[in-house]
Every structure is written in structure tokens, then in C-alpha cells.
């Protein structure tokens, strides 16, 4: 690879290029080897400091990026809104700047408002203090290093020794579920359509409107993107199913009837995917309502499932990201 890393935060995907991409991929796959040894632990960013910033609740990425930074030998500082001074009136770009204080080199934050990242980055940048900031999750914008892993997670389940963004060309690949309020679905879109892949959406219209089938659209890639209100018409012949997670605050504002009726019209069972590919592997990022977007024999298959491969590899696509991004400072 003839070009170098100097991406100094990682916010969005709408704009990375495919090289980006397959640094990230063949990087994650270097540590997915360490992480398979005794020692799963290497120097590469020791004396560096990475702040977890999480304004709302996490399990998965929350513990993803603390056991990525003390696998790469970094110091981790956590962050608990709960028990913080914004209880007491301090702003959120004062926080960010008490850690700089501290001699954070990186941040990785996650706020339910869409954006808080971006503004901690630029405000870093204006300080010229050369932190990095890393998106975890921004309200209903983009979650970038999720889309990332799942990426990882597709490419080496076609070739565990060599994964690339090319392998998934031609590819079909369906996601279902709340789309329109989903950061995960909006980074993945980047990434998928990115790879050439086929990419279906499958939802009810008040959970995916029409006019999202122009989200794509704009950039020089050419990417294919088909929206459907009905879930056989997006998996028939799929080989991958990424299903999301249906936050149930959704029926109190009367974008859905019942749960139980959502999983009738587009819940993923093993009858349904009879119509996929005969190979077709199933993707969540979770957490997962079991019975609701996934039953549970399907979840919990590991000829069909892919979800306990996504959390393993949430950790060395994390450390890549951490790894690359304080390498270029």
C-alpha cells in the first residue's frame, strides 16, 4: 500500500477512500493474529493516553475500545457522565478540554446528540494540540468504527487470510430493520456501497422512507442502493442479512403497530432465509431482542450466525483504528 495514514479523527465514513479502507482491514487482521497468542498484548502505543468519552450507556463498544487500548499498552482514562462535573454546570467542550489537560492524546466519544464528536474535533484542531478524536456513536448520525468491524467480519468470512473492501463486489447484502433512525445502518451504508456491493433496505415505510434511497448519492463512487417494504423482496438471494436493533420507543410514537407484528412482516427466522443464498450468513450489532428482528435458533447457530464473531472482532478492528490514527500524530 503506496499511501500512508493521516487521518488524524475518524467521524464519518461518507468520506473515506477505498485504500482507507483496506488499511483498517489488513491492520485489524494483524492484530487479530496477536490477539490469538498467549500474549495478546503489544507496545505500540505505550505512553500514549486514550480518554473513553461516553455521554450515554454502552456494554459492547464501551469495553471494545478500553480492551483495544490496554492490548496496544495504552494508558485508558474513562469517563462517566453520571458521576462527572457536567452535574455541576461544566460544558461538554470544557470536559474534553480537562482531559487534554491531562495529556490525552486520543479521544473516543459517545453522545446521544448528533455531532458532539465533530465539535470536540474541532475544537482540537483550533487548539493545533494534535489529540485525535474517534466517533463511537453519535446520536442519529453515524457510528463508524461498528461499521468497521461488521465490514471486517463480511471480508474474512470470504477470506480470513487476505480480507479487502474488493472481495465484497457483486455481493448482495440486505439490512432490515429501524434504518431511518439507526447510525449504525448510515455508517454501514458508507462502507458497503463503498465495496461495490448490492445493497437492499428492508423496513416498514415509517422506518424507511422513500427518499432514503438518495442517502448515497453525491460522491464519485457509484454506488447501488434498492429500498423495499417488504423483507423477501430485499433477502431473496442475499448472501448476508444484517438485521438492526428495533428500539421499542418506536411504537410509543406510532411508527409501528407491535412488536409482535413486526416480527411477522420482518423478523429474520430460518424459514425466511430459505429464499438467501443457501450460504447466506446473519449479522446484528446488537443489543439483540431475541424473537423480535432475530429469532433465537438462527442467532444462536454458528453455521448461520455471525454475531459472536462481530463482538471478537470488535477488538482488533478497534485496536487498528487506534493504532493507525496515533501512528500518524
Known sequence: ??????????????DFEPWEYDAVLQTANSFREVLSRRTKKVPTLQGQVVTNLFFEPST???SSFELAAKRLSADILNFAAGSSSLTKGETILDTAKTYLAMGTDMMVIRHQEAGVPAAIAAEMDRLNCGVGVLNAGDG???????????LFTLCTTIDRSQPKLSLLKGKKIAIVGDILHSRVARSNLWSLTASGAEVHLAAPPTLLPAAFAEFVQG?????QLFIHWKLDDAIRDADFVMT???QKERMTSHLLPSLREYHREFGITRDRLKICNPHVRVLHPGPTNRGVELSSDVMDDPNMSLVSEQVTNGVAVRMALLYLMGSSR
Open 60 to 62: 459492547r463498544t464501551r
Open 244 to 246: 438492526l436493533r428495533l
Open 219 to 223: 460522491t464519485p463512487i457509484d454506488r
Open 140 to 150: 442519529q448520525h453515524e457510528h463508524p468504527s461498528q461499521a468497521l468491524l461488521d
Open 1 to 14: 500500500m503506496s499511501e500512508s495514514w493521516n487521518r488524524r479523527h475518524v467521524l464519518s465514513l461518507c
